[in-house]
């Protein structure tokens, strides 16, 4: 078993019998189990490649780093909160940066893809790829949670969440 489906559970069970394009996109934390194709449709290409297939868009390309209002930063993908304003913080990397997410919402795994090892985080509802945590960040945590900025949507406080998708 991956460490990813050890972490993600319902991404574990997309790979049961199934080839791997089938199973490039795990199942959504609500029991319907979505194929790619149905995914990209709903996220676009853009969005599917981050959330999806690990891919990070370029530095101060989303409108989000700038985003100062008061309200939560909820998964693209599934729609499930993720991070609450008061912990975005200006990090200078050019993404969306966090010092906590909120409890339950994201899970971790070690990425190899460069030189050094990093730790990875997912949306722990879909499995959606968000970003990188590095021990850089500000007190309280001193972590920052660098994120895709193409990978969450921010919904203002006065505003109602949207549904769990």
């Not at 019998?17 to 449709?41: F, I, V, Y």
């Not at 989303?62 to 609450?84: M, V, W, Y």
Request: proline share 8%.
């Amino acid at each position: 078993m991956s460490r990813l489906s050890s972490i993600f559970p319902a991404f574990s069970e997309r790979l049961k019998g199934k080839d791997a394009a089938s199973a490039a996109a795990p199942a959504c934390g609500c029991g319907a189990s979505k194929t790619p194709a149905e995914l990209r449709a709903e996220l676009g290409e853009e969005r599917y490649r981050v959330l999806f297939e690990e891919a990070t868009e370029y530095a101060h390309s989303s409108p989000l780093n700038a985003e100062k209002r008061d309200g939560t930063f909820i998964c693209a993908s599934c729609h499930q909160p993720l991070f609450d304003s008061s912990r975005k913080y200006n990090s200078g990397t050019g993404w969306p940066s966090f010092w906590e997410a909120l409890p339950g919402a994201v899970g971790f795994k070690t990425d190899h893809k460069l030189i050094m090892p990093r730790t990875e985080y997912h949306c722990s509802r879909c499995g959606g790829h968000q970003g990188h945590v590095f021990d850089d960040g500000p007190q309280p945590t001193g972590q920052r949670f660098c994120n895709n900025g193409l990978a969450l949507d921010f919904v203002p406080r006065d505003e109602q969440l949207p549904p769990l998708r």
